[in-house]
Nanobody, 123 residues
């Protein structure tokens, strides 16, 4: 399974960005896709996740009310709409896939990872 993330960039505080991730290869029928991020000097942390049919989503407290995770036109794509961005959102964002569909917040549960896309929010 390969994951390709895109959509990062530079944005001013208060602005928006939309990240996309496409999974290819032998993905399982049911799986969870998620976004994590790693800010400079910090551990990689959970941002949001979504199950295969989009029926279950989960968000970190820092993402609630500002970020929306959703499935794309195919079940193997996921987007993260990020609004009201601030400097604390500056990080490398990674998409991940758990073939066991656990809707988990733990990075250890995600077997496949994308290469990461940089998001920089200027104040």
């Amino acid at each position: 399974v390969q994951l390709q993330a895109s959509g990062g960039g530079l944005v001013q505080a208060g602005g928006s960005l939309r990240l996309s991730c496409a999974a290819s290869g032998r993905t399982s029928t049911s799986h969870t896709m998620a976004w994590f991020r790693r800010a400079p000097g910090k551990e990689r942390e959970f941002v949001a996740s979504i199950t295969t049919n989009g029926g279950r989503t989960s968000y970190a407290d820092s993402a609630k009310a500002r970020f929306t995770i959703s499935r794309g036109t195919t079940k193997n794509t996921v987007t993260l709409q990020m609004n009201s961005l601030n400097s604390e959102d500056t990080a490398v964002y990674y998409c991940a896939l758990d073939p066991s569909n656990r809707s988990s917040r733990f990075r250890e549960h995600y077997r496949y990872w994308g290469q990461g896309t940089q998001v920089t929010v200027s104040s």
